[in-house]
């Protein structure tokens, strides 16, 4: 049996205009059990729980996350939250459907500040080939990134995957003829043409260098 144990002040962020602040300042019943001293909170009618701001706050938060044009901090600003409650919101609403190694796999990366490890510079970035779209994200290229995160993959996934394009990256190369049973690995027509075109430089630059500086054969 409960019985009534007090009021508690609860302010709640109610910011339905923009360029006016407004608090609900909600007197939550708490409520206590005769036998076992639990006590426990009723119901809040004006937010979700574990959130300070109003259910119409949080329907316009969604609704601002649909923009493009914001980022976090501007949905923040508008709605009179921080940037880490427009986050932790995001999170719980959004469920991320798992997606399946394509067929056809490339393997790259981008150079990025949100590298995990300390000094690291880049991302690694999974792709499929045949659709042009994102397959995943891993916060390392390393070889221990790779090796942590290939074997999470089922088998009869990773069975499916029959090429795997990469630029000459080393590890590459190894994680994919170790994870992939059926895999035949390509390097990218990019990185092939990039290679050539720098090694064709340096052998410019060398026998270029060999001549005597102004003749005509230093120009040739």
């Known amino acids: ?22 608090k609900l300042i909600y007197e939550a019943r708490r409520y ?22 109003s259910i119409p706050v ?22 009179g939250i921080s940037v880490t409650e427009v986050i932790n919101y995001f999170d719980s609403s959004v469920t991320i459907p798992y997606i399946s190694l394509p067929e056809n796999l490339g393997i790259d990366e981008i150079h990025s500040k949100m ?3 300390k000094n690291a510079s880049y991302l690694c970035v999974l792709t499929d080939n045949d659709h042009f779209s994102l397959a995943d994200i891993l916060t390392s290229r390393s070889k221990y990134e790779l090796n942590n995160f290939l074997p999470l993959k089922p088998l009869a996934e990773r069975e499916k ?8 990256w080393k590890p590459y190369k190894e994680m994919v003829l170790k994870w992939f049973p059926n895999v035949t690995v390509a390097a990218d027509p990019f990185h092939v043409i990039e290679h050539l075109s720098d090694d064709f430089t340096k052998i410019r630059i060398r026998v270029m260098k060999s001549k005597v500086y102004g003749s005509d054969a230093y120009y040739l």
Not at 65 to 73: E, I, K, M
Not at 161 to 168: A, F, L, P, S, W
């Open 161 to 168: 995957v029959k090429y795997v394009t990469i630029d000459m």
């Open 1 to 22: 049996m409960l019985s009534g144990n007090g009021i508690k002040e609860k302010p709640i962020n109610h910011r339905i205009l923009t360029d006016w602040g407004c």
């Open 115 to 117: 590298a995990k490890r």
């Open 58 to 79: 949080m329907n316009q938060v969604m609704k601002d996350l649909h923009d493009p044009r914001l980022n976090y901090t501007m949905i923040g600003q508008r709605n």
């Open 32 to 53: 206590r059990c005769k036998k076992c001293n639990y006590t426990e909170f009723e119901r809040n009618p004006f937010a979700m729980n574990g959130f300070n701001n």
